[in-house]
Protein backbone atom coordinates (compact mmCIF):
# COMPACT_ATOMS: atom_id res chain seq x y z
CA UNK A 1 0.00 0.00 0.00
CA UNK A 2 1.29 3.03 -1.05
CA UNK A 3 1.34 5.55 1.89
CA UNK A 4 2.04 9.38 0.99
CA UNK A 5 3.49 9.06 -2.94
CA UNK A 6 4.35 12.59 -3.47
CA UNK A 7 1.34 14.19 -5.54
CA UNK A 8 3.76 16.50 -7.63
CA UNK A 9 4.88 13.30 -9.19
CA UNK A 10 1.29 13.36 -10.40
CA UNK A 11 -0.09 14.45 -14.12
CA UNK A 12 -2.45 13.77 -16.82
CA UNK A 13 -0.49 10.69 -17.76
CA UNK A 14 0.24 9.72 -14.26
CA UNK A 15 3.22 9.68 -12.11
CA UNK A 16 6.61 10.08 -14.20
CA UNK A 17 9.65 8.31 -13.04
CA UNK A 18 11.64 9.42 -10.13
CA UNK A 19 14.48 11.14 -10.11
CA UNK A 20 18.02 11.87 -7.94
CA UNK A 21 16.71 14.29 -5.27
CA UNK A 22 13.15 12.74 -5.29
CA UNK A 23 11.73 11.44 -1.83
CA UNK A 24 11.09 8.24 -2.54
CA UNK A 25 7.24 7.54 -1.82
CA UNK A 26 6.61 5.29 1.26
CA UNK A 27 4.70 1.86 1.24
CA UNK A 28 3.75 -0.87 3.28
CA UNK A 29 3.77 -4.65 1.89
CA UNK A 30 3.71 -7.91 2.39
CA UNK A 31 7.25 -9.50 1.43
CA UNK A 32 8.75 -13.21 1.84
CA UNK A 33 10.49 -12.05 5.41
CA UNK A 34 7.03 -10.27 6.77
CA UNK A 35 5.13 -7.05 6.27
CA UNK A 36 8.05 -4.34 6.13
CA UNK A 37 7.58 -0.54 5.15
CA UNK A 38 9.96 1.31 3.25
CA UNK A 39 10.36 3.77 6.26
CA UNK A 40 11.52 1.36 8.85
CA UNK A 41 14.81 1.56 6.94
CA UNK A 42 15.66 5.43 7.84
CA UNK A 43 19.13 5.61 9.07
CA UNK A 44 20.28 3.21 6.23
CA UNK A 45 20.97 2.96 2.46
CA UNK A 46 18.36 1.01 0.96
CA UNK A 47 18.76 -0.98 -2.57
CA UNK A 48 15.39 -1.10 -4.01
CA UNK A 49 15.52 -2.86 -7.05
CA UNK A 50 12.68 -4.95 -9.58
CA UNK A 51 12.16 -7.39 -11.28
CA UNK A 52 10.04 -8.43 -14.03
CA UNK A 53 8.63 -11.88 -13.08
CA UNK A 54 9.34 -15.21 -11.05
CA UNK A 55 10.90 -18.32 -12.08
CA UNK A 56 12.59 -16.10 -14.97
CA UNK A 57 16.44 -16.92 -16.23
CA UNK A 58 17.70 -13.22 -15.99
CA UNK A 59 15.82 -12.64 -12.77
CA UNK A 60 16.92 -16.06 -11.04
CA UNK A 61 20.84 -15.26 -11.86
CA UNK A 62 20.33 -12.19 -10.89
CA UNK A 63 18.90 -13.38 -7.35
CA UNK A 64 21.84 -16.30 -6.71
CA UNK A 65 24.52 -13.20 -7.56
CA UNK A 66 22.78 -10.65 -4.42
CA UNK A 67 22.32 -13.65 -2.35
CA UNK A 68 25.97 -14.33 -2.78
CA UNK A 69 27.00 -10.83 -2.51
CA UNK A 70 24.67 -9.45 0.70
CA UNK A 71 27.66 -9.54 3.06
CA UNK A 72 28.67 -7.12 1.04
CA UNK A 73 26.30 -4.39 0.84
CA UNK A 74 25.12 -5.37 4.73
CA UNK A 75 29.26 -4.12 4.94
CA UNK A 76 28.22 -0.79 3.51
CA UNK A 77 25.21 -0.67 6.27
CA UNK A 78 22.68 -1.28 3.11
CA UNK A 79 19.72 -3.16 2.94
CA UNK A 80 18.25 -5.15 -0.06
CA UNK A 81 15.05 -5.03 -1.39
CA UNK A 82 13.08 -6.64 -4.21
CA UNK A 83 9.99 -6.22 -5.92
CA UNK A 84 7.93 -7.82 -8.82
CA UNK A 85 4.14 -8.07 -9.43
CA UNK A 86 4.15 -11.71 -8.79
CA UNK A 87 1.92 -12.92 -5.44
CA UNK A 88 3.49 -13.33 -2.39
CA UNK A 89 3.29 -17.27 -2.84
CA UNK A 90 5.10 -17.05 -6.37
CA UNK A 91 7.73 -15.77 -4.99
CA UNK A 92 7.72 -17.75 -1.79
CA UNK A 93 7.94 -20.76 -4.14
CA UNK A 94 10.63 -19.23 -6.52
CA UNK A 95 12.93 -19.12 -3.76
CA UNK A 96 12.06 -22.79 -2.29
CA UNK A 97 12.94 -23.69 -5.95
CA UNK A 98 16.37 -21.52 -5.80
CA UNK A 99 17.70 -22.96 -2.12
CA UNK A 100 16.56 -26.50 -3.61
CA UNK A 101 17.92 -26.16 -7.07
CA UNK A 102 21.21 -23.89 -6.28
CA UNK A 103 21.85 -24.37 -2.57
CA UNK A 104 21.16 -20.41 -2.20
CA UNK A 105 18.84 -19.09 0.59
CA UNK A 106 17.88 -15.69 -0.30
CA UNK A 107 17.54 -13.58 2.84
CA UNK A 108 16.39 -10.50 1.93
CA UNK A 109 12.80 -9.12 1.44
CA UNK A 110 10.85 -9.44 -1.71
CA UNK A 111 7.71 -7.62 -2.34
CA UNK A 112 4.10 -9.07 -3.67
CA UNK A 113 2.84 -5.75 -5.71
CA UNK A 114 0.38 -7.58 -7.69
CA UNK A 115 -2.04 -4.24 -7.96
CA UNK A 116 1.08 -2.64 -9.74
CA UNK A 117 0.93 0.09 -6.94
CA UNK A 118 4.42 0.51 -5.62
CA UNK A 119 5.50 -0.06 -9.24
CA UNK A 120 3.62 3.01 -10.39
CA UNK A 121 4.25 5.10 -7.75
CA UNK A 122 7.60 4.36 -8.85
CA UNK A 123 7.29 4.91 -12.23
CA UNK A 124 8.96 1.68 -12.83
CA UNK A 125 5.52 0.70 -14.78
CA UNK A 126 3.97 2.49 -17.07
CA UNK A 127 0.44 3.69 -16.39
CA UNK A 128 -1.14 1.77 -18.79
CA UNK A 129 0.62 -1.25 -18.76
CA UNK A 130 -1.03 -4.88 -18.25
CA UNK A 131 2.18 -6.09 -16.70
CA UNK A 132 5.96 -5.39 -15.58
CA UNK A 133 7.86 -7.45 -18.18
CA UNK A 134 9.74 -4.65 -19.36
CA UNK A 135 11.30 -3.49 -15.79
CA UNK A 136 14.37 -4.07 -14.18
CA UNK A 137 14.88 -0.90 -12.12
CA UNK A 138 16.93 -0.25 -9.23
CA UNK A 139 16.76 3.08 -6.76
CA UNK A 140 19.20 3.58 -4.23
CA UNK A 141 18.10 4.99 -1.13
CA UNK A 142 19.96 7.66 1.52
CA UNK A 143 19.21 7.15 5.03
CA UNK A 144 17.39 10.10 4.79
CA UNK A 145 14.59 8.74 2.59
CA UNK A 146 16.26 10.63 -0.27
CA UNK A 147 16.76 8.76 -4.11
CA UNK A 148 20.53 9.11 -5.03
CA UNK A 149 20.81 7.05 -7.88
CA UNK A 150 18.97 5.13 -10.31
CA UNK A 151 19.70 2.55 -12.90
CA UNK A 152 17.51 0.69 -15.52
CA UNK A 153 18.44 -2.13 -17.18
CA UNK A 154 16.04 -3.87 -20.11
CA UNK A 155 14.31 -7.13 -19.71
CA UNK A 156 17.71 -9.57 -21.41
CA UNK A 157 20.04 -8.45 -19.31
CA UNK A 158 21.24 -9.06 -16.10
CA UNK A 159 22.30 -6.40 -13.76
CA UNK A 160 26.19 -6.14 -12.94
CA UNK A 161 26.25 -6.37 -8.93
CA UNK A 162 29.82 -5.72 -9.05
CA UNK A 163 28.57 -2.09 -9.82
CA UNK A 164 25.36 -1.88 -7.57
CA UNK A 165 27.71 -2.75 -4.94
CA UNK A 166 30.43 -0.09 -6.48
CA UNK A 167 27.54 2.52 -6.69
CA UNK A 168 26.60 2.71 -3.13
CA UNK A 169 30.26 2.76 -2.18
CA UNK A 170 30.70 5.43 -4.04
CA UNK A 171 27.53 7.26 -2.81
CA UNK A 172 28.43 6.77 0.53
CA UNK A 173 32.06 7.85 0.16
CA UNK A 174 30.67 11.24 -2.06
CA UNK A 175 27.50 11.91 0.18
CA UNK A 176 28.85 14.55 2.25
CA UNK A 177 30.48 16.61 -0.99
CA UNK A 178 33.50 16.59 0.36
CA UNK A 179 34.91 14.85 -2.78
CA UNK A 180 34.13 13.01 -6.16
CA UNK A 181 34.57 9.32 -6.91
CA UNK A 182 36.37 9.06 -10.46
CA UNK A 183 35.31 6.81 -13.51
CA UNK A 184 35.93 3.03 -12.08
CA UNK A 185 36.43 3.94 -8.48
CA UNK A 186 36.83 1.44 -5.54
CA UNK A 187 36.97 1.88 -2.09
CA UNK A 188 40.63 2.85 -1.45
CA UNK A 189 41.27 4.35 -4.73
CA UNK A 190 42.42 8.12 -4.79
CA UNK A 191 38.98 10.90 -5.12
CA UNK A 192 38.58 13.85 -6.73
CA UNK A 193 38.73 17.16 -5.30
CA UNK A 194 35.59 19.20 -6.15
CA UNK A 195 36.66 21.76 -8.75
CA UNK A 196 36.63 25.31 -8.00
CA UNK A 197 33.91 27.69 -8.59
CA UNK A 198 34.77 30.99 -9.42
CA UNK A 199 36.74 31.51 -12.36
CA UNK A 200 39.16 33.88 -9.39
CA UNK A 201 40.38 30.54 -7.92
CA UNK A 202 40.33 28.70 -11.48
CA UNK A 203 42.56 31.10 -13.48
CA UNK A 204 44.50 32.87 -11.11
CA UNK A 205 48.22 33.35 -10.94
CA UNK A 206 48.35 30.47 -8.27
CA UNK A 207 45.88 28.73 -9.97
CA UNK A 208 46.89 24.67 -11.06
CA UNK A 209 46.88 24.25 -14.63
CA UNK A 210 44.73 21.00 -13.61
CA UNK A 211 42.14 22.88 -11.31
CA UNK A 212 39.35 20.79 -12.79
CA UNK A 213 41.09 17.28 -12.21
CA UNK A 214 43.23 16.97 -8.96
CA UNK A 215 43.27 14.19 -7.38
CA UNK A 216 44.11 13.00 -3.81
CA UNK A 217 44.46 10.09 -1.65
CA UNK A 218 41.49 8.39 -0.05
CA UNK A 219 41.47 8.55 3.50
Known sequence: MIQDADAAH????GPR???IGDTA???RARTTRGEVSLDQY???WVVFFSHPADFTPVCTSEF????KAMPQFEALDGVLLGLSVDSLYSHIAWLRAIRELFGVEIRFPVIEDPSMAVGRAYGMIDDDATDASAVRATYFIDPEGIIRGVTWYPMTIGRSID???RMLAALKRSADGSVLTPAGWQPGDDVLVPPAQTAETAIGEDAPADWFHQTQPDR
Open 10 to 13: AGAT
Open 163 to 165: EMV
Open 64 to 67: IALA
Open 42 to 44: RGR
Open 25 to 27: PNF
Open 17 to 19: PLR
